[in-house]
């Protein structure tokens, strides 16, 4: 199987983390999520992965030099200055792909263990253009959502339907199964939307099929979704004791402290806190529900909870750093400063005094 992987658009539901890092390469518990995917397809029988990015991204994960797994890994790059949208990049791994079989895509912002066999049976079985993994969310609103009617056809999709307009809950889990006819759908070198152009036209033409699955499913795409990914993932590492326990640690399990990391005295980590590599924290700091990314800093008497504290970023002593906020990379938070709830600070820039109006530091 070859599967195509979306990585390329702007992850702008992720800013200020995202201005320095595309969405795929933000570590869960200590992993990009890119190295995730890759360890997935690889267990499903995928043999070739290309990935479809901007130049932008292709130097980061390059950059990262990622296991491959034995996956043969290729790029399509969209055009300079011109995102091509979910349809465009893969009408442009046309050449790549080839027309011999059908082929997985995948969103590369999405964490899942769908089995893609299964998927391919079903599109194999139904002898549809495209069979979308669904799975069931409660509020569907903000995703693409299919009505289903016999033999799991997709009589309508509809993207982000307004509330109360959602005929199902059954919802793009952002994977599917196209096979190379879908081609002829998308224009070349232009911008198109998977979502809005081409699926409801396959509905229409009654060849668009649904796969239902139940496995994991998470959408790293806002921060309380990134945060929430990697809740699940460190409760699922300990649950199957695949998480180190540190003895000279104060740790509220589960947490994940990756190398080099260094921890002053009373400090208490966790529950739900993960330490990149070369993170060094001070005496007596409370740290839970976050995220620190590699070589931050923080101070003594600083409480950490519910945020997310970027690559380099410099947190000083006595720091409130309170729910939803998001110091982004290189970042300098000052000695003294209470951060208000869902505060956000832009890459190396500096916090100097109390914030307590709702902004953003640019
Ligand atoms: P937001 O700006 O926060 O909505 O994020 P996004 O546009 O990066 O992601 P979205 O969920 O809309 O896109 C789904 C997947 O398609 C993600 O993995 C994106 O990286 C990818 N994607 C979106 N736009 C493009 C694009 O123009 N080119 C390429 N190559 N991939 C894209």
């Not at 797994?69 to 790029?75: D, E, S, V």
């Not at 620190?292 to 970023?313: C, L, Q, R, Y």
């Not at 729910?323 to 709830?341: H, M």
Request: hydrophobic share 40%; glycine share 8%.
């Amino acid at each position: 199987m070859k599967t195509v992987v979306l990585a390329g658009g702007f992850a702008t539901r992720l800013r200020p983390l995202s201005c320095s890092r595309p969405k795929t390469l933000f570590p869960i518990v200590n992993k990009p999520l890119l190295q995730w995917i890759f360890e997935e397809l690889a267990v499903n029988d995928v043999k070739e992965v290309i990935l479809a990015v901007n130049t932008l991204t292709q130097f980061h994960i390059r950059q990262q030099k990622l296991p491959k797994y034995g996956l043969k890994i290729k790029y399509a790059i969209d055009p300079p200055k011109m995102p091509l949208g979910t349809a465009g990049p893969i009408k442009n791994t046309e050449k790549i792909v080839g027309h011999d079989e059908p082929f997985v895509v995948l969103n590369g912002d999405i964490l899942t263990s769908i089995n893609y066999k299964q998927l391919m049976d079903t599109h194999i079985k139904t002898k549809a253009l495209a069979t979308i993994a669904l799975c069931e969310v409660d509020d569907p609103c903000r995703y693409g959502v299919a009505e289903l009617e016999k033999g799991n056809r997709i009589k309508s999709f509809i993207e982000k339907p307004a509330k109360g307009q959602a005929p199902t809950n059954f919802i793009n889990a952002g994977a599917y199964i196209l096979s190379p006819k879908v081609f002829d759908y998308i224009p070349r070198g232009k911008q198109c939307s998977i979502e809005r152009e081409v699926f409801p036209l396959l509905a229409k033409e009654q060849k668009l099929f649904g796969h239902m699955f139940n496995g994991l499913w998470m959408d790293i795409g806002k921060p309380e979704e990134y945060l929430l990914t990697n809740k699940i993932i460190l409760d699922r590492l300990i649950s199957a004791n695949k998480i180190k326990i540190f003895k000279n640690v104060k740790a509220e399990m589960p947490v994940a402290i990756d190398r080099h990391v260094g921890i002053g005295k009373k400090t208490v980590v966790g529950p739900y806190a993960v330490l990149g590599k070369n993170v060094v924290i001070g005496d007596n700091v409370q740290i839970c529900n976050s995220v620190v990314f590699p070589d931050a800093k923080i101070g003594d008497n600083t409480t950490v909870s519910g945020a997310i504290i970027g690559e380099g970023a410099i947190v000083g002593k006595n720091v409130q750093v309170n729910n939803g906020c998001i110091i982004a990379d290189q970042a300098k938070i000052g000695d003294n400063v209470n951060l208000i709830e869902d505060f956000a600070v832009c890459p190396a820039k500096e916090v100097s005094e109390t914030i307590l109006k709702r902004n953003i530091i640019c």
